[in-house]
């Protein structure tokens, strides 16, 4: 019976044993390929020339692009915000406030530390913590702030400064999600204390794997220049960037300006497309902020006739691996060790609704088209494919 439901091609839906839309993945991460000759020249340069650092050529490059005196590159995402915490975290004291719908290992980073994770809600514009959001967990054991951007558009920065300088407490800012964009004229890398991105494949400059922080305390990145290479007070570990990841990055950092266009490509084409589909809405971002669009985020209204985790389900089928947006909030997640949390209204409203899309390097124009028309598919014909999926 379920074989009765066909799609564009006269063929049943994938989940009811047709064929995928796609033959390969379309996944929502970023994937982005510089071309592989820029990538060998910049190793070819390390190799022939004797001044060829390649990690602090890339350091240079970054600082000069986020316009922030230092830039200190690491091997990860991740190490660069331990090493961060460990560096700033008030002492004797032991929360760390941070959002809980967000990057699915920050806890854990507080926690290694020897920190507690003290989850904020969220604030429903922005999807993203906030002055107001963060003001309300703050106490006398409250040791460090992390603002984070989320996918596409900005955490309330002003807020948060503002928050942390009435009460003395330093706050840094998780700016993965908004590498090359601008907050009120400037660009992103020099607010709070210190800024932390990441060089990983997913991420908008590929090294690989990789990460950095942008600060203009020069003591801060002496300190973190210490650190990273084991010869630091405090948490201390190797994590240097090898340069072979540099050199990728560089590659990357050429191609910057093209790829911001091939992703504003792909997210005009999704906003044509879906135009058209009711129930369904493309988030924008303020043209304010040059937005870099790496990401596609679709929010699921309540007129859509399926709820975000079915029309997961339905997509990936497809070979569209669209995902839920930084879901479950790592509250829901189990959690081996202690956190602080109180109710979290509007980070549980967001968490069923919003899907990050196929997106990046692997995806073109046409498989946009495809998929939204796929979704208007499963949109027409909601009464039959309901009946089946029941
Ligand atoms: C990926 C990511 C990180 C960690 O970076 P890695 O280089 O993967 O360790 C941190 N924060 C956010 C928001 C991320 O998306």
Not at 14 to 28: D, M, R, V
Not at 118 to 146: P, Y
Not at 184 to 211: D, M
Not at 334 to 351: C, K, N, R, S
């Amino acid at each position: 019976m379920s074989n009765k439901i066909n799609n564009r091609q006269g063929e049943s839906l994938a989940i009811f044993g047709g064929q995928p839309l796609f033959n390969s993945p379309k996944p929502t991460s970023n994937l982005v390929r510089p071309d592989p000759l820029l990538f060998f020249d910049y190793l070819r340069g390390k190799m022939t020339r004797s001044d060829g650092n390649l990690v602090e050529m890339l350091e240079l490059r970054l600082a000069s692009m986020h316009d922030t005196k230092n830039c200190v590159a690491v091997n990860s995402g991740f190490w660069g915000l331990a090493l961060l915490l460990d560096a700033l975290s008030l002492p004797s004291r032991k929360e760390i406030i941070l959002p809980s719908l967000t990057y699915r290992r920050m806890a854990d980073i507080v926690s290694w530390v020897g920190r507690v994770p003290h989850f904020c809600d969220i604030d429903l514009k922005t999807l993203a913590n906030s002055g107001d959001t963060v003001r309300r967990c703050i106490n006398d054991n409250t040791a460090l702030i992390i603002g984070v951007h989320p996918v596409g558009g900005h955490c309330d920065v002003d807020g948060l400064e503002s928050v942390a300088y009435e009460y003395g407490i330093p706050v840094i800012f998780d700016s993965v999600e908004s590498v090359h964009e601008m907050h009120r004229g400037k660009r992103i890398g020099s607010f709070g204390v210190a800024e932390l991105f990441s060089l990983g494949a997913s991420k908008l400059i590929n090294g690989f794997e990789g990460g950095y922080v942008t600060t203009n305390d020069d003591a801060l990145a002496h300190q973190l220049r210490l650190k990273r290479s084991g010869r630091g007070a405090g948490l201390s570990l190797s994590v240097e960037l090898p340069p072979f990841h540099a050199a990728m990055a560089l590659a990357g950092l050429d191609d910057l300006p093209n790829q911001i266009l091939r992703n504003r490509a792909r997210f005009n084409r999704y906003a044509e497309e879906l135009r058209g589909l009711p129930g369904l809405r493309l988030v924008r971002h303020s043209e304010e902020t040059e937005p870099s669009h790496k990401n596609i985020v679709v929010e699921v209204l309540d007129d859509w006739q399926y709820t975000r985790d079915e029309t997961i389900v339905l997509l990936n089928a497809q070979n569209i691996l669209a995902r839920a947006y930084y879901s479950p909030p790592l509250t829901h997640k189990p959690i081996g060790y202690e956190f602080i949390a109180a109710d979290l209204p509007h980070t549980d409203w967001v968490a069923d609704r919003y899907i990050s899309m196929p997106c990046g390097h692997l995806v073109t124009l046409d498989d946009i088209s495809k998929i939204v028309r796929f979704l208007s598919y499963l949109s027409s014909n909601h009464k039959s494919i309901r009946a089946n999926l029941n």
